[in-house]
């Protein structure tokens, strides 16, 4: 039995044809942890064919591995565990960029092997064909041409990325110019193999998003999205101005602050130009690995995404593991513009595990053949309170005539009660029958939210999706969203950049740097203009509501060493600028906005260091944190709380959370360890503060609450516990992973006080 097991282990696991993760680790990679995206369980193997390689390229369920110590490569089905030899590198297999494999090996199919090849000491690129049964790499060295600036002027860029195979072709990207090049390999009447090499006038430069700033940094993917797309997948996250550190030291910390964006474009060949796609089609996903050349789209078989449980491949969603090799699983969600975070394997994140790779298996007995379950649940009530409260009371109990006691209650009367409760007593209201509990799902009537705000003082999460004229509010006390719908359709396209005082800063691109800024209010749906702004922003605030006379709108940019410090007072119509000589890092804000205090401009550094910038004497000091314990801050918050300034500091994934409070006397930080009966509210466009003194609802006190979520409930972190927490979902973590946040979203503070016409013109 103990022998069974043991050449049990050697082999892979059944694999369904759905995406699997791998991880390789132990010894010379010799384990492999394959992880089911739909069932969400691991299973650990030792397969002796995979032992120290590395996954290259794969296609169809075949995988590319290279052996770096002996420059080996072969072409291997983990599924049959067939294995094809290919010759051995005529070339150092450490200076390969990137490799793409056309089809796989079987039948008649015309399978090629792709190489890019760098030389560090030449400068040069060469690429390399193989296809099984060659004896010999074909070998063509990419040559400067007439007419190519890129290669006159960048010789020493002459590098690509992003190599993808579409339709038994190959397409590459210039890291200089950005185009794409079709690179082919053919065979003459003589039999010589010829490399060709096609420029196409495809270029992403120049459409970047307006939410996107220029010193962001990203990473592309091209993915063969279906047989008819190639596709373009970019990620923006982090900062690329940190001079001191290498570009993969960048890289790294970069996307630990998190990613603040992920557009696609479609490519048409017809016109040569790639086209922006707002959403991926409703049972497609897309999975990147840490590689820029190991992407794969996925479509989902029916119902195969509600897996009891939460678990199940989603649509319409690009699933990517990051370049830390943190061992964690990112999943965004193009509908709604939320990011997940999950932790497939508890040892994923250890340093013997090597970067993650997808394969989604051919040739194996598909599960989707057969019938498939029936559920009474939608997609969206997967993982909610809809399946967690199904084993409540049973309808059992009705009347004389039959009907259940319930039936006679007016649903207004159900709904005033339910806006009043929250946390446990929310939770037993809806346990008291099945009809109780279908007739409120977590979505609710605006009427519900809008009845709360009035009655209490506590900010709102505002999240807008790709949708123009919805807007989703999100009660953190009664954890209840209800969704807003505009008259106004012209909010499509718009990006909350902050919020104070009850109103939304929201921008809009109009093309190249140009933005139109305006005030937003989305209770009374009033909205103020703001004259034109002609560049990035990096952080914007203001000092007051938007209609008193005194209001003072106020942004920054840094470029590189130059950081430009624009402002407008209300009745102004143009923007007053001036430039920063000063070293731009002590601009850069790691995740939040500045703040106008008293008089001076606030914001956070790099390093969590406060810089204060006083403008009558256009000069900037900067003050240290001393000895805290949040060695590597990846977040960090502004806010005003009781008229002192507050920061909050996070560690990756929110592994440590501290709050310090600024000696305005003494211009010195003091760490905060219970904040009494105060609450901080924080995101990326906005943080607040709110006390729970006179509102008489116990245990809100001492908490800072998030812009994530489990399942449908908010997410807060307790300074009691030192824990993450939901009110009543039973989510306790030391991180917050298995949670979610929304990109374009904010904190509010509730306001519905009307302005007249005048008011409302800046």
């Given amino acids: 039995m103990h022998r069974r097991q043991k050449n049990n282990r050697r082999e892979p696991p059944v694999l369904r044809p759905e995406p699997w993760l791998v991880y390789s680790h132990g010894k010379q990679k010799q384990s492999q942890t394959f992880y089911s995206l739909s069932e969400r369980s691991c299973q650990v193997r030792n397969i002796p064919k995979t032992r120290n390689r590395t996954v290259w390229a794969h296609c169809q369920g075949w995988l590319a591995l290279v052996d770096v110590d002996h420059n080996h490569c072969s072409l291997f089905n983990p599924v049959t565990m067939e294995e094809v030899h290919l010759p051995r590198f005529p070339f150092t297999a450490k200076s390969i960029d990137h490799c793409a494999l056309s089809s796989p090996p079987t039948g008649a199919n015309n399978c090629l092997l792709m190489c890019i090849e760098y030389c560090q000491r030449r400068k040069q690129s060469s690429f390399h064909f193989c296809k099984p049964g060659d004896k010999d790499w074909t070998t063509q060295l990419v040559e400067p041409q007439q007419g190519q600036c890129w290669c006159e002027v960048y010789p020493h860029l002459h590098r690509f990325r992003n190599t993808v195979s579409f339709n038994g072709e190959f397409y590459v990207v210039s890291i200089c110019c950005k185009g794409l090049f079709k690179v082919q390999l053919a065979i003459d009447q003589l039999g010589t193999n010829n490399v060709s090499m096609e420029l196409l006038d495809m270029k992403l430069r120049g459409q970047r998003s307006h ?16 047989p008819t797309e190639l596709m373009t997948v970019k990620l923006y996250y982090g900062d690329n ?66 897996v009891v449980g939460g678990g199940g491949v989603r649509g319409n969603t690009v699933y990517f593991t990051p370049p830390t090799n943190d061992g964690y699983l990112y999943a965004y969600d193009v509908g709604d513009r939320s990011i997940s975070v999950s932790l497939p394997c508890s040892k994923a994140n250890r340093p013997d595990y090597s970067e993650p790779h997808w394969i989604i298996p051919l040739g194996c007995s598909s599960s989707t053949d057969d019938p498939q379950p029936e559920f009474d649940i939608s997609p969206d009530e997967i993982g909610s309170e809809q399946i967690i409260l199904s084993t409540g009371n049973d309808d059992s109990s009705t009347d004389h ?53 009035r009655n209490h003082s506590f900010p709102i999460l505002v999240h807008k999706g790709l949708d123009g004229e919805v807007v989703s509010l999100f009660n953190p006390i009664t954890s209840v969203t209800s969704i807003l719908s505009l008259e106004a359709s012209s909010l499509r396209g718009a990006v909350i950049r902050c919020s104070k005082h009850g109103w939304l800063l929201m921008s809009q691109g109009l093309g190249g740097d140009q933005h139109r800024l305006f005030f937003f209010n989305p209770f009374t749906e009033d909205r103020i203009n703001l004259p034109m702004l002609s560049y990035d922003l990096e952080g914007i605030t203001f000092s007051s509501s938007p209609t008193s006379f005194d209001c003072l709108v106020i942004c920054y940019t840094a470029l590189w060493q130059q950081v430009v410090i624009s402002f407008i007072y209300r009745g102004e119509h143009q923007w007053t600028q001036y430039e920063v000589m000063s070293d731009s890092s002590n601009f850069m804000s790691p995740f939040s906005n500045p703040i106008y205090h008293k008089g001076l401009l606030y914001f956070m550094g790099k390093n969590a260091d406060l810089c204060i910038h006083d403008f009558e004497q256009k000069t900037t000091i900067t003050i240290e944190l001393p000895n805290r314990s949040c060695t590597s801050v990846q977040r ?28 305005q006397e003494a211009i010195t930080w003091k760490e905060l360890d219970n904040l009494e009966d105060n609450m901080l509210f924080v995101s990326a466009a906005s943080a607040l503060s709110a006390t729970n003194s006179g509102e008489k609802i116990s245990g809100l006190g001492n908490k800072v609450f998030l812009d994530r979520f489990k399942d449908k409930d908010g997410v807060f972190y307790s300074l009691a516990t030192r824990k993450f927490h939901t009110f009543w979902s039973g989510y306790n973590n030391d991180d917050w992973c298995n949670t979610k946040e929304y990109i374009n979203c904010a904190w509010i503070e509730p306001s519905f006080k009307t302005h007249t016409k005048d008011e409302l013109q800046w």
């Avoid at 939410?211 to 279906?226: G, I, L, P």
């Avoid at 009367?413 to 009809?435: E, I, M, N, W, Y």
């Fill in 211 to 226: 939410f996107v700033r220029s010193t962001m940094m990203s990473s592309s993917f091209m993915v063969q999205a279906s």
């Fill in 241 to 306: 101005r940190d001079t001191d550190c290498s570009y993969k030291v960048r890289r790294v910390e970069g996307f630990q602050t998190g990613v603040k964006r992920l557009d696609l474009y479609k490519a048409n060949f017809l016109e040569e130009k790639w086209e922006r796609v707002e959403t991926l089609p409703e049972d497609t996903a897309i999975f990147l690995g840490s590689r820029s050349d190991n992407g794969v789209s996925y479509k989902i078989p029916r119902r195969q995404d509600l």
């Fill in 401 to 453: 005539d039959g009907r259940h006691w319930s039936y006679d209650i007016p649903s207004e009367l159900l709904s005033d009660v339910q806006s009043r409760l929250f946390g446990a007593d929310r939770c037993f209201f809806r346990l008291a029958c099945k009809t109780w509990n279908s007739i409120f799902s977590s979505v609710v009537s605006t009427s519900s939210n809008v009845r709360f705000a």
């Fill in 636 to 663: 960090s918050y502004l806010l005003e709380c009781n008229g002192k300034l507050l920061s909050v500091l996070m560690g990756h994934m929110g592994k440590v959370l501290e709050v310090y409070a600024l000696d």
